[in-house]
């Protein structure tokens, strides 16, 4: 058995959305995943809900604006912590980074079939360095 146990992921939310206010580029567009986690501990059992927005529907130069939200379940097995890294750090630096692939999937299955504009692939990223920036930010 492991420390952390991730039991699976669920959908909450997905929405794509085209921006009517989009006007052709000729340049690359630049996209900045928000993250954003709320994390639910009740004894072993951890839910963390991930949710990511790319995208703008303000302005003209962004395409389209995604929302996905998913909740993971993990249970934290405190006997086989043998190295004491503790709960607060494994759900921090190891829970949010595995359900970060399965939002990747989701951001980029919503815009591959907008069938308008290629699809949008979020860049895998230090998931714990990036939400302390956004952090800092706030």
């Known amino acids: 058995m492991s420390v952390l146990q991730f039991l ?3 959908v909450i939310a997905m929405e794509y ?6 006007e052709s580029v000729t340049g690359p567009i630049s996209l900045e995943p ?9 004894n072993s059992d951890i839910n963390i809900t991930l949710s990511v927005m790319v995208g703008s529907l303000d302005g003209k130069d962004i395409p389209f604006q995604v929302n996905c939200s998913i909740i993971g379940t ?3 097995n405190p006997d086989e912590d043998l190295t004491e890294v ?3 750090t494994l759900v921090r630096n190891n829970a949010v980074a595995i359900l970060y692939p399965y939002a990747r999937a989701i951001v980029a299955t919503l815009t ?24 800092e930010k706030d």
């Open 74 to 76: 993990f249970v934290y």
């Open 8 to 10: 699976g992921y669920k």
């Open 86 to 88: 503790g709960l607060d």
């Open 34 to 42: 928000k993250i954003t986690t709320k994390i639910n501990v009740e």
């Open 112 to 135: 591959t079939t907008s069938n308008e504009f290629p699809g949008y692939n979020m860049p895998t990223i230090n998931v714990n360095k990036v939400l302390a920036q956004q952090n």
């Open 17 to 22: 959305k085209r921006n009517p206010r989009f």
